[in-house]
């Protein structure tokens, strides 16, 4: 784990960036988040798809108006159409489109990073060790943790997501079948049981396995766990009618009796059906600035650890378009292994924060914390929760 950072940036706090208006606080204000005199041990991570909502950004914009402007004026120079209006005015039939959804996610989410750089002097280079995301959200860390740069990543992601809307629509007119994602939630206590069950169902299991099952992985075909979110819940990928076929057979022959609900989302992301996009990451990726290694770690969806070259990333983010989001584990690794004792999620929507604590949230330790910076009327008690849990690490 870092305990230091050694390579010197620019500071883009309170003095000295070009842009910087005025501040509407008082200079006391502007180190709200300082430095603590130990190890932070924080983790800074960002959300996914699913918590977009017309209106998202309109408090920041509306409190920060002028580094709020000037982002969204980046964001639509850089996708060349304007996106911050589909964000703050829809409607939700243009702003829950995959093409749409994901990169206003991520262009809030880094809304929010800036202004807390700019107007509170939230330097992540000294106050973070490690960054992730969940799913979408990977892209978001790694702008966050400067190995990649904004537009390249907003470019990014807004083909990689059109490119995976086609892919949908080719498996609709292949299968008539409606695609999605359905998330099934259970006991803790029956979960490990649950996820074997689903294993053996798709397939998965050894072979000897598969024999004892009365319906063949053929029937499941492209069904997929998309997520392992906590230790109580998983979603699956695919044919929505397959997903409650599995469902089905779970209930009568598995023993299981999840609940089950379907995400709000119009494609079956981290499934086989989306490797054109991971084809596409894998071509793009060699053609733009990925910078290896920065002041953060960084941990991937795929494999829940910490990568540890510039090609496995480049790697990693292709296969996330078509694996398993292993978030559970990476939660687990930074809490158990890594020693994370602070967690700061930043963005729309406080979904990231309570997958969070379900895992961490329960039992805090001295200087610890899970927090969701989502909400700046809420700012002022989460920089000072910061404040005070960074002096008593």
């Known amino acids: 784990m870092p305990t230091s950072l050694s390579i010197p940036r620019p500071h883009r706090g309170c003095h000295g960036h070009h842009y910087l208006q005025p501040h509407r606080y008082p200079r006391s204000r502007c180190s709200v988040i300082s430095p603590a005199k130990t ?29 709020s402007n000037k982002v969204m004026s980046e964001v639509d120079s850089t996708l060349g159409f304007p996106l911050s209006q589909i964000i703050s005015q829809g409607p939700n039939s243009e702003l829950n489109k995959t093409e749409n959804s ?24 000294t106050l973070v060790d490690v960054t992730l995301g969940h799913s979408l959200g990977e892209f978001t860390a790694l702008v966050a943790g400067d190995y990649l740069d904004f537009g390249d990543a907003l470019r990014l992601i807004r083909r ?14 292949t299968t008539g079948d409606e695609y999605g994602m359905v998330a099934l939630v259970c006991e803790p206590d029956h979960f490990p049981e649950l996820l ?12 000897a396995l598969k024999d004892d099952i009365d319906h063949g992985a053929s029937v499941f075909q492209d069904v997929m766990i998309a997520n392992i979110n906590s230790n109580n819940q998983i979603v699956l990928s695919g044919s929505i009618a397959r997903i409650r076929t599995l469902i089905v057979q779970l209930r009568q022959f598995g ?22 996009a991971a084809d596409y990451m894998r071509h793009a990726l060699e053609n733009i600035n990925v910078r290896f290694p920065t002041h953060m770690q960084f941990v991937s ?8 070259s510039r090609e496995e990333l480049k790697a990693l983010l292709s296969r996330q378009c078509v694996e398993t989001v292993r ?15 602070r967690w700061i999620g930043i963005g729309p929507g406080k979904v990231g924060r309570n997958l969070v604590g379900k895992e961490v949230g329960k039992i805090m330790v001295k ?20 404040e005070r849990s960074g002096t008593d690490a």
């Open 39 to 67: 190890p932070l041990r924080t983790a800074l991570f960002f959300p996914g798809h699913g918590v977009q909502r017309i209106g998202m950004a309109g408090p920041w914009l509306e409190m920060f108006p002028k580094i």
């Open 102 to 125: 994901q990169p206003a996610i991520m262009a809030t989410s880094v809304l929010i990073l800036r202004i807390l750089e700019h107007e509170f002097g939230f330097n992540a280079d």
């Open 160 to 173: 990689r997501a059109e490119i995976m809307s086609q892919c949908t629509r080719k498996a609709f007119e």
């Open 196 to 207: 074997e069950a689903i294993h053996d169902f798709l397939g998965l299991a050894k072979p």
């Open 255 to 276: 023993g299981h009796d999840p609940r089950a609900v379907k995400l709000k989302c119009e494609s079956p992301f981290h499934n086989p059906i989306m490797a054109p």
């Open 301 to 308: 969806n795929v494999s829940g650890l910490p990568i540890s």
């Open 327 to 341: 978030w559970w584990d990476s939660i687990r690794y930074l809490d158990q292994d890594y020693g994370v004792a």
């Open 367 to 386: 200087g610890g914390g899970v927090w969701s910076i989502c909400d700046p009327r809420e700012l002022e008690d989460i920089l000072g929760d910061l």
